[in-house]
Nanobody
Framework: QVQLVESGGGLVQAGGSLKLSCAASGRTFRSEATGWFRQAPGKEREFVAAITFNADSAYYADSVKGRFTISRDNANDTVYLQMNSLKSEDTAVYYC??????????????WGRGTQVTVSS
């Protein structure tokens, strides 16, 4: 089993940066791919980025390409999402998830409870 806890969210001005962390516990984490999703009020949860368990491949939604970078440190059981050039439309609750790699939330087995990111324009 895997438990995930997100942190690093907060309030930032447009054009600024934030780095989110997803701390994991459980013996299976290092064999799981990890994805980041986000959800704004009244909207569906959407894919942001994903990385394979060995970090040999990373994938990004078109809306964040060139601005966000996903990485993982298996030695510390942590996955990161570096967010640069933030826009107001990036405002959402951000969730990390572990499971098979993909862009659908149904492909992930474990979820954190989310961290709020608010970008002021």
């Amino acid at each position: 089993q895997v438990q995930l806890v997100e942190s690093g969210g907060g309030l930032v001005q447009a054009g600024g940066s934030l780095k989110l962390s997803c701390a994991a516990s459980g013996r299976t984490f290092r064999s799981e791919a990890t994805g980041w999703f986000r959800q704004a009020p009244g909207k569906e949860r959407e894919f942001v980025a994903a990385i394979t368990f060995n970090a040999d491949s990373a994938y990004y939604a078109d809306s964040v390409k060139g601005r966000f970078t996903i990485s993982r440190d298996n030695a510390n059981d942590t996955v990161y999402l570096q967010m640069n050039s933030l826009k107001s439309e990036d405002t959402a609750v951000y969730y990390c998830a572990a499971g098979m790699p993909g862009t659908s939330p149904y492909e992930y087995n474990y979820w954190g409870r989310g961290t709020q990111v608010t970008v002021s324009s």
